[in-house]
């Protein structure tokens, strides 16, 4: 496939390109043009070019681009999806679920974009005052490769709704699905320009978005790390910042939860997209009185689940995407293992068979009884294993939970009102769900407190944070 720059299908200026692989079984499944800072540079012009007209359009007409787009995504969810479950690895159903969930976001813009936004006053001695706001001008969306489709959608709904221009870097390893999905936007009417997609390695075309000046505005989801060099790329510049990073959130267990759903919640929760989701459950608190019941019920439940390529039938979970990934994930595992930090109760291995040994495949793994030191808690584990803990009540139960440097998402499972009350108020996250976890819609704000990031994507206040505002004082 091509880059998208200017509505057009390019090369990079290199004329290098890198294959992307199957994460289930090595195959090639297409390739990408290797971008450098010079495509992100030709991306900028073309978005600087196209962002007057498109931000004097009215609001209704941009979003009705939006909304032919997401009828369009919708019409082609079999080959994106496929696509999606090609580079991404991922059970056919999740990745039907994530091309959907692009539509549901840019359907949203379409709906609330339309109405006039603004304030007005008449203060006194100052005359009539109102508030406009204005789109920021070009903007940069720096992506993982988790959930690349919906994390697109966080990035350019609102973004495209509130009248910006974007220059979007999708991840090395699933990079297909996002340039399909900007081809079928221009196809629903967005000018050229509008949306540019530059493919390549974060050292050169990250940078590049994260340094360039004329970006007013980078939004980057990613790793820790990754977020704070882009921080201090985008300083210089004074940049507006969204960062969606890391996260490790706790799912905590009361001894009244409904062990059935709880169950069922851990097995989403962990376990979808091979534990690659960034508020996926990764630490997992159960109060003593019932722990011991749970973890066998979860452990028959976890073995239950069918691990092999997303396109086949009855597959519960996928490979990793990527080796890198794989990699961390034995090595956590096997320090945990060596210095005894608890009990492996399912998996904590790479699955043995023939059909496994081209893939990144790792079986779902149960730590039980995990030392509330161990780099298991401390560390975001991206991939399919959860370390469990007893715990002694509430009380212990909240106070380990935002013992964390991250502060994504949280979860209690209880039915308690009192509970709902105290652990909605104390847990220290930017999402907090009751007797559920993992599911973000696109109407409410999505993002973290401490290290998990700064800012928030989704919600209506999105459209604020892809505008500014300028305050017009008249006396007649
Ligand atoms: P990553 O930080 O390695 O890469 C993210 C993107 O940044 C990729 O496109 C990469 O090429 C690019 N990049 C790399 N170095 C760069 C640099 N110096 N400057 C600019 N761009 C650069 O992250 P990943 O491994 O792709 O994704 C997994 C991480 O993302 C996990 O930590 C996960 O929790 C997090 N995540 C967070 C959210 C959220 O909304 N909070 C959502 C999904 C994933």
Request: proline share 5%; with cysteine.
């Amino acid at each position: 496939m091509k880059m998208l720059i200017n509505g057009e299908r390019r090369d990079s200026v290199s004329g290098r390109i890198f294959p992307v692989h199957n994460p289930a079984t090595g195959d090639v499944v297409g390739e990408a043009p290797l971008g450098g800072e010079d495509d992100v540079v030709s991306a900028i012009e073309a978005a600087g070019e196209a962002f007057p007209d498109w931000a004097a359009k009215s609001p209704r007409d941009r979003a009705k681009v939006l909304f032919l787009a997401a009828g369009e995504v919708r019409r082609r969810n079999t080959d994106l999806a496929a696509l999606l479950t090609a580079e991404q690895g991922k059970p056919i159903r999740e990745a039907v679920d994530e091309i959907n969930g692009f539509a549901n976001i840019l359907e949203y813009y379409h709906g609330i974009s339309a109405v006039p936004r603004g304030e007005f006053a008449n203060l006194k001695g100052y005359g009539r005052t109102t508030v406009w706001r204005r789109p920021l001008g070009i903007c940069g969306a720096i992506i993982p490769w988790n959930m690349p489709a919906i994390i697109m959608g966080w990035k350019i709904g609102a973004a495209l709704a509130a009248g910006n221009t974007v220059v979007l870097k999708p991840a090395r390893t699933a990079p297909l699905t996002c340039m399909r999905l900007a081809e079928i936007l221009g196809e629903a009417g967005l000018p050229p320009g509008v949306l540019n997609v530059v493919t390549g390695p974060g050292e050169t075309v990250g940078r590049e978005i994260a340094r360039n000046p004329a970006i007013r505005k980078v939004s980057f989801t990613g790793e820790v790390e990754t977020g704070r060099q882009v921080a201090l790329d985008a300083a210089p510049a004074l940049k507006r910042l969204t960062l969606e990073l890391g996260g490790s959130d706790p799912m905590i267990v009361c001894d009244d939860a409904d062990i059935g759903k709880a169950v069922e919640g851990v097995i989403r929760g962990r376990f979808y997209n091979c534990g690659q989701v960034c508020t996926a459950v990764k630490r997992l608190y159960v109060d003593e009185s019932i722990a011991d019941e749970f973890v066998r019920r979860l452990t028959a439940r976890v073995e239950e689940i069918v691990v092999g390529n997303g396109m086949d039938r009855g597959v519960g979970m996928g490979p990793l995407n990527n080796r890198a990934g794989l990699e961390r994930v034995v090595d956590v595992v096997d320090a945990a293992r060596e210095r005894d930090e608890g009990e492996i109760v399912a998996g904590g291995r790479v699955p043995e068979g023939e059909q496994y040994k081209r893939g990144f495949f790792f079986l779902p793994t149960l730590v039980a009884g995990v030392s509330h030191d161990s780099v298991l808690f401390s560390e975001e584990v991206f991939g399919p294993v959860l370390p469990i803990a007893a715990v002694s009540g509430l009380d212990e139960a909240l106070e380990l939970a935002n013992n964390s440097r991250y502060g994504l998402g949280a979860s209690v499972w209880t039915r308690s009102a009192d509970v709902i009350a105290r652990a909605t108020e104390e847990l220290d996250a930017g999402i907090v769900w009751v007797n559920q976890h993992l599911r973000i819609p696109p109407e409410v704000p999505f993002g973290g407190t401490k290290a998990s990031g700064i800012g928030r994507e989704n919600g209506s206040r999105a459209l604020d944070e892809y505008s500014e505002e300028k305050a017009v004082l008249v006396r007649l």
